[in-house]
């Protein structure tokens, strides 16, 4: 384990922290900083995959009922997943796995590994057995807001079909995200954030081949039972190659067995279980809002297309950013209380707070500009020339907000979780749902067909998120003290490099609209002014900060 350095970040201004002990491998603070660049960019590589795989869905299946039920259906098992743990996983067995190395080295490690592993499977194999009793259940949701009753009727028929097919996915995803936190858990990044690039190419080959068979923007009563078939089972095959790499990277760095089922036997084991039994919330209800979210999309031909989308570039850019970070400073965040050593955990987090905002507020003002300039790059094929462009440009601009809001919170409980703390993820997760839920079901009162009601249910996606990193960033700044919380110095420079790359911004969405003749022309006037606006930022942030060494 790479020991906390405690001399890298200043203590709120931009002078230096308290000085590395003796013997705790201080590394000039390179560790959060170059782990965080390993998650992102491999990171980059599944998260580009991941929104290709939408321009390919909405390019190939077009703005239809038919790509409302598949955008949704496909995704039904990892919010189910998220039932069971979802993105705590990660956040609550890589401290458990660290604490039992400490106490008894890695075969100790693997002990607990293989035991929450069984305990989760005992579950996943369970909720299997419900999701496949309840397809029908599921398959009205995904069709009751189609008005035509014959064409309602065949999309709870498909529906529930892809349904059956895509259900079984949900022990594969426990295992997969079991492989990555037991890689992080050994500071092992790479493997973890590259992996579900071959996820999306396995859907996107799946996709791809479907249209070749069947073709383009096929309407829902015309959707053939063999294509639903390929694409179900396609989905199906491209989540196990991912799982098989991330068994692969759990393996490598020696936690890897058989799936043990005497958790009640392990103390440490269980008391892992019982962190994730009482983080069901923080883990769950994002993923309830999002199937709300998209199930009032469907009312829309080809709204839950344009929902995912939003969805796809939130998180693509949140994981370039301060996501990235929060999964790079865990390992070192758990470290830190291991030690009890207040003034290291407070430099990690001063450090990563600093990382997360350089990251993430440039992003949040090239795509606050280019939301709509983006838009039309990434609607192809059938898509291309719907009435969806103007309402998903609005609401991408609405994702550069999110995106950082996002990304902040959940470092934020990166680090409450590697304090013990979960009370108040559990807090925040049920506000922002019901954040959320009421104002997506707000969206009921506007056009049934309209695309500001895609823009409203975005709309509560970031209202959601401001609420939630409200009150996990506010419970850390209490937790934190008497330690400084942010390092003004690099919280100055960044905001002056984001003042600096705006007119860079607004010159490339006049430049757009100028000389974009096409789509091509369109991309390279995006990445030009990009690399531009990001050169710029760069450099007054080189002016004006120096990280402390």
Known sequence: MTAINAANTGTGESGPDPVAKPGDGADDGQATARNSATVAIWTLLSRATGLIRVVIIGAVLGATFFTNQFQTAVIVPNIVFSLVAGPVLSMVVVPGVIKAIDKGGLERGREVFTRVMGWLLTLAFGAVVILMLAAPLLGWTLSFAIEDPVERARGLRLSTLLLWLVIPQLPIYCLAHLGVAAQR???????????????????????????????????????????????????????????????????RVG?????????????????????????????????????????????????????????????????????????????????????????????????????????????????????????????????????????????????????????????????????????????????????TVALAAASLLGPAHSGIRLIWLVGAILAGEVVSAVLVLGRMRSAIRPEAFVDRGALRATLSGAVAMAPVSVLTWWAYQRFAENQLTGLGVLCAGGVIAVGVYGLVLKKLWKPAR
């Open 255 to 435: 936690l890897l067995s058989w799936p043990s089922f005497r958790w009640r036997t392990d103390e440490d084991a269980k008391e892992v279980t019982r962190t994730l039994r009482r983080s069901v919330g923080v883990a769950s209800l994002p993923g309830l809002s999002m199937y709300l979210l998209l199930a009032l999309a469907g009312s829309v031909p080809g709204g839950a297309w344009v929902v995912q989308m939003s969805y796809s570039v939130l998180y693509a850019l949140s994981y370039l950013s301060a996501r990235a970070v929060g999964m790079a400073a865990l390992p070192e965040l758990a470290e830190a209380m291991r030690r009890h050593d207040p003034a290291a955990f407070g430099v990690v987090w001063r450090r990563g707070l600093a990382y997360a905002l350089i990251a993430g507020v440039p992003l949040m003002v090239m795509l606050g500009v280019l939301g709509h300039p983006t838009a039309d790059i990434l609607a192809d094929g059938a898509m291309r020339h719907s009435s969806l462009l103007v309402p998903m440009g609005v609401c991408l601009s609405l994702v550069a907000v999110a995106q950082l809001v996002t990304g902040l919170s959940d470092l934020s409980n990166q680090a409450l979780y590697a304090r013990d703390e979960d009370r108040m993820p559990r807090i925040a997760s049920r506000v922002t749902l019901l954040v």
């Open 185 to 251: 858990a050994k500071n092992k990044f790479a493997l973890s954030s590259a992996a579900p690039a071959m996820e999306n190419i396995g859907l996107i080959v799946a996709v791809v081949i479907a249209g070749c068979i069947w073709g383009a923007g096929i309407p829902l009563s015309k959707v053939p039972i063999g294509m639903v078939v390929l694409l179900g089972l396609g989905s199906t095959a491209a989540v196990a190659i991912h799982a098989g790499l991330q068994l692969f990277g759990a393996a």
